[in-house]
T-cell receptor, first 114, second 110 residues
Framework: DTGVSQDPRHKITKRGQNVTFRCDPISEHNRLYWYRQTLGQGPEFLTYFQNEAQLEKSRLLSDRFSAERPKGSFSTLEIQRTEQGDSAMYLC????????????FGQGTRLTVV | GIQVEQSPPDLILQEGANSTLRCNFSDSVNNLQWFHQNPWGQLINLFYIPSGTKQNGRLSATTVATERYSLLYISSSQTTDSGVYFCAVDPPQGAQKLVFGQGTRLTINP
């Protein structure tokens, strides 16, 4: 396993369309996180899973956003009825629950809504 | 919530120079990580350093948790060191939801 993998790397969509991103974490990691990064800013937390349970969602995550992690492995992040303000880099990270909780990030999915 | 401030926001240096990046945080933390964001947007792990000092080649980091700051040192800078450096902390509420600073954009000129 070479690390956290995200797909696609880039997505251009028209306003109002739905998009879905996928994240495959490091295989032994039971925690999975989604972050969003806009231009010139640091990443901001969106939501996280411990195994298959979604334990927390940021207020940044409007009801147009939904995330799943079936079977506690890969995760998907769906955005419905995309808006131009959704244009950002979406980053996935994973870690192991425990004393050493270093997080590792994927390459990100860059979303552009036109 | 916890505040994370990085300084300077921008730093331009000549190849071979040394640099120090600072990260201040407003509350105690469980964890602190330094990342380098490459031109393609991926965050590359540099250090996991909740306290103490670590070194990895030309890079080293020190976190003084009691005084709520961390420093990243880059010696003998190379053009490939250019990019944005982020400090991120894990507040005591747990679950390792990282809170990031705004980053320091480092430009190394040949």
């Amino acid at each position: 396993d070479t690390g956290v993998s995200q797909d696609p790397r880039h997505k251009i969509t028209k306003r109002g369309q739905n998009v879905t991103f996928r994240c495959d974490p490091i295989s032994e990691h039971n925690r999975l996180y989604w972050y969003r990064q806009t231009l010139g800013q640091g990443p901001e937390f969106l939501t996280y899973f411990q195994n298959e349970a979604q334990l927390e969602k940021s207020r940044l995550l409007s009801d147009r956003f939904s995330a799943e992690r079936p079977k506690g492995s890969f995760s998907t992040l769906e955005i419905q009825r995309t808006e131009q303000g959704d244009s950002a880099m979406y980053l996935c990270a994973s870690s192991i629950q425990g004393r050493i909780t270093e997080a590792f990030f994927g390459q990100g999915t860059r979303l552009t809504v036109v | 919530g916890i505040q994370v401030e990085q300084s300077p926001p921008d730093l331009i240096l000549q190849e071979g120079a040394n640099s120090t990046l600072r990260c201040n945080f407003s509350d105690s933390v469980n964890n602190l990580q330094w990342f380098h964001q490459n031109p393609w947007g991926q965050l590359i792990n540099l250090f996991y350093i909740p306290s103490g000092t670590k070194q990895n080649g030309r890079l080293s980091a020190t976190t003084v948790a009691t005084e709520r700051y961390s420093l990243l040192y880059i010696s003998s800078s190379q053009t490939t060191d250019s990019g944005v450096y982020f400090c991120a902390v894990d507040p005591p509420q747990g679950a390792q939801k990282l809170v990031f600073g705004q980053g320091t954009r480092l430009t190394i000129n040949p």
